[in-house]
């Protein structure tokens, strides 16, 4: 299995790490969170920018390949016994997908920076939005899983 397929759970994780890392820090650290909106966006939009770099790669290496690959992420969460069963399926056309959606996601996050700049609740406004677009991306990768598997 390429190594790419088997980092492509990060494309979602990267950025839900991100946004519950800054909502920790804005429950823990409320005023000084909201003084550095700056470069809690920069950090949020380079999260999301990971994922979409992550995505290009995992784009191109789908154009050199013609097969889809499935892969499973099997475990137990930590401290109870919850069984976990993820499966994600990459293709040419979930790997489009990806790439078309990590680009719009960063460019929206540009664009709220600079409509929301300097408004009250900027940073909570800014985490739920990266909490939304990890979402759309890991809909976007084990969507039609269930349908497949």
Same mark, same amino acid.
């Given at each position: 299995?390429?190594?790419?397929?088997?980092?492509?759970?990060?494309?979602?994780?990267?950025?839900?790490?991100?946004?519950?890392?800054?909502?920790?820090?804005?429950?823990?650290?409320?005023?000084?969170?909201?003084?550095?909106?700056?470069?809690?966006?920069? %950090?949020?939009?380079?999260?999301?920018? =990971?994922?979409? @770099? +992550? #995505?290009?790669? !995992?784009?191109?290496?789908?154009?050199?390949?013609?097969?889809?690959?499935?892969?499973?992420?099997?475990?137990?969460?930590?401290?109870?016994?919850?069984?976990?069963?993820?499966?994600?399926? %990459?293709?040419?056309?979930?790997?489009? =997908?990806?790439? @078309? +959606? #990590?680009?719009? !996601?960063?460019?929206?996050?540009?664009?709220?920076?600079?409509?929301?700049?300097?408004?009250?609740?900027?940073?909570?406004?800014?985490?739920?939005?990266?909490?939304?677009?990890?979402?759309?991306?890991?809909?976007?990768?084990?969507?039609?899983?269930?349908?497949?598997?």
């Amino acid at each position: 299995m390429p190594l790419l397929l088997k980092i492509s759970w990060l494309i979602p994780a990267i950025p839900i790490f991100a946004s519950f890392l800054t909502v920790t820090l804005l429950i823990s650290f409320n005023r000084t969170m909201n003084r550095l909106s700056k470069p809690v966006a920069f %950090v949020l939009i380079a999260c999301v920018s =990971i994922s979409a @770099i +992550i #995505s290009y790669f !995992l784009l191109s290496e789908e154009f050199a390949e013609e097969v889809t690959k499935a892969f499973s992420l099997n475990g137990n969460l930590p401290f109870i016994d919850f069984p976990i069963h993820i499966d994600f399926i %990459v293709n040419k056309v979930i790997s489009i =997908i990806l790439s @078309i +959606i #990590s680009t719009l !996601l960063i460019l929206a996050m540009i664009t709220y920076h600079k409509m929301m700049y300097r408004k009250e609740k900027y940073v909570f406004y800014f985490t739920c939005l990266s909490l939304i677009s990890s979402a759309l991306l890991g809909f976007s990768i084990s969507a039609t899983a269930s349908n497949l598997i």
